[in-house]
């Protein structure tokens, strides 16, 4: 994507006045690739102006924040050859994502209660400041705590397990408690300012989909929940291509009641999140305190397992 994308204001956009791009602002539409990218349907609710107004808009914005659409294939490999990988803490993990928790794509981690996920992306948050010669990405971390979850002390844990300085670890985390869904994708725009100023290479949501489930109850309302989470989601992984990070969620299970074949969990969200991420690992407890990862769905891994455990001083095989 453009770099003058940030260049021009939303003002400069022909039908926007001040007041409508206040509007615009308070609703998260802050730059012209957030407007370039909308629906005209969404902008006008949004804003309170008509729809074919809000295309006028969106169309104006495309062209300014040059979306682009194609890109050439050695375009593409240059960004895929960005990629880099993250290490869980376990060797096992880390062989069964092909090498670990890759960037620039969505990792889905869903469970039961306990299966370790929350114990997962609190290691993560310590690693990815590691250098890359220790399978760190030397950078620092965001965390979207929906559950209230988000422990310091375990943090230090951790870091105390790894030898390094815990007030240091600690100062490179940025934590930012979710208390609605609506908030919880508002803090993704947030997200996008504190990238400006650090290198935050690990996103963590834990939970994405806790608060959608809360909120959305009832058959009418799943059509309007999907289309937020999928939002949601490709919000997260505009940020992670921009800035070549590492996006892992949390995702609960669902036991269906009338599930008498096969494995009765299943993870909420359905198809929307299952297609969206690009890595799904189920989490499941096992005997001893180990942990079992199985990675469902891959596009380019082999199905498998890898066991795992969670200790004081944090993951390891
Ligand atoms: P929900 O968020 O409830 O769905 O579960 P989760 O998958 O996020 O579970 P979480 O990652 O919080 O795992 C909690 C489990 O990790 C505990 O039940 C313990 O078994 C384990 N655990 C957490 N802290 C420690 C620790 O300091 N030492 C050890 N040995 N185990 C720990
Ligand atoms: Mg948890």
Redesign the pocket.
């Known amino acids: 994507m453009s770099e003058n994308a940030g260049e021009k204001k939303i003002e400069d956009l022909p039908g926007v006045g001040p007041a409508t791009a206040d509007k615009l602002r308070e609703a998260g539409y802050e730059d012209l690739m957030a407007i370039a990218v909308a629906s005209p349907k969404d902008l006008s609710e949004a804003t309170d102006i008509g729809e074919g107004i809000a295309i006028k808009i969106i169309q104006a914005a495309r062209r300014e924040a040059d979306v682009g659409g194609f890109e050439t294939g050695d375009v593409l490999l240059d960004r895929r050859k960005q990629i880099g990988h993250l290490t869980s803490g376990s060797k096992a993990l880390d062989e069964l994502l092909g090498g670990g928790f890759e960037t620039q794509s969505i990792t889905e981690m869903y ?10 992306a609190h290691q993560l948050c310590v690693n990815v400041q590691r250098a890359k010669s220790e399978n760190g990405l030397g950078g620092h971390a965001l965390y979207i705590d929906t ?1 209230n ?1 988000f422990r310091p002390e ?1 943090i230090i ?1 951790m870091a105390e397990g790894l030898g390094m300085d815990q007030t240091e670890v600690l100062s490179k985390i940025h934590v930012a408690r979710a208390y609605n869904s609506n908030h919880q994708t508002m803090l993704v725009e947030k997200a996008a300012e504190v990238a400006k100023e650090f290198p935050i290479r690990l996103i963590v949501v834990d ?1 994405l989909t806790a608060h959608f489930r809360a909120e959305y109850v009832g058959r009418g309302t799943l059509a309007d929940r999907q289309q937020k989470l999928n939002k949601h989601m490709h919000d997260l992984l505009r940020i992670g291509g921009l800035n070549n990070a590492v996006i892992a969620v ?1 995702n ?1 299970v669902s036991v269906k009641p009338d599930a008498f074949f096969g494995d009765p969990t299943r993870p909420i969200g359905g198809h929307i999140v299952g297609h969206t991420a690009t890595f799904r690992m189920y ?1 499941r407890k096992s005997k001893g ?1 180990k942990r079992i990862a199985r990675l469902i769905d891959s596009p380019h891994l082999p199905e498998g397992e890898a066991v795992f455990s ?3 001083q944090g993951i390891t095989d």
Not at 111 to 120: A, D, H, L, R, V
């Open positions: 469970g039961e209660f306990g299966s370790g996920k929350t114990q997962i559950e979850t375990r844990q939970s949390t609960q989490l305190g969670v200790l004081e």
